[in-house]
């Protein structure tokens, strides 16, 4: 098993804990500190990339990719800024499990876009992480901790980073 393996799950799974305590010790939270916390982290991240820059073969790639490349770039700069953002009105827990909700995307939009059937697993699939997910907003918006928020707020923070994260 290599390192990768073994520090990737740990890292992802840790993230949402460390955002948050990163809110708590700025004293800061809501969009504005979320933008520069998730400008951060994409930032290290292309920094870690940049040695891998000089590898590509620019001649090689078909035409558009460029364009392909951009706008996922966009998409998961939008995933993360709401995600991060998620976490200043909602618990980790149900952040988490809300913003994590691609498959149920990628399987809806496959079936507009590209005219995919959906098979009667996938329905029942789809089906039961919306009941999740709704049981959860619905959780969360009784709470009466600082973090909790309404139901429409849970709704959003768990539409929006999802669906952009599925298309990326």
Not at 75 to 89: D, E, G, V
Request: hydrophobic content about 55%; overall charge positive; some cysteine.
């Amino acid at each position: 098993m290599s390192k990768t393996t073994l520090v990737s799950p740990f890292a992802i799974s840790t993230s949402s804990i460390l955002i948050r305590l990163a809110n708590f010790s700025a004293g800061a939270g809501g969009f504005g500190f979320s933008l520069v916390l998730a400008a951060s982290r994409l930032t290290l991240s292309a920094l870690i990339l940049l040695p891998a820059w000089r590898k590509i073969q620019w001649n090689a790639l078909q035409p558009g990719v460029r364009r392909y490349a951009a706008a996922a770039g966009l998409c998961l700069a939008l995933h993360f800024a709401l995600w991060i953002t998620s976490l200043s009105y909602t618990s980790i827990a149900a952040s988490t499990a809300l913003v994590t909700t691609n498959p149920v995307w990628v399987a809806l939009l496959s079936r507009f876009w590209f005219g995919e059937k959906l098979s009667k697993m996938s329905i029942a699939g789809i089906t039961i992480a919306l009941t999740g997910g709704m049981a959860i907003a619905l959780g969360s918006a009784g709470a009466a901790h600082a973090g909790s928020s309404q139901l429409l707020r849970d709704f959003l923070l768990w539409l929006v980073p999802g669906l952009s994260a599925c298309i990326c």
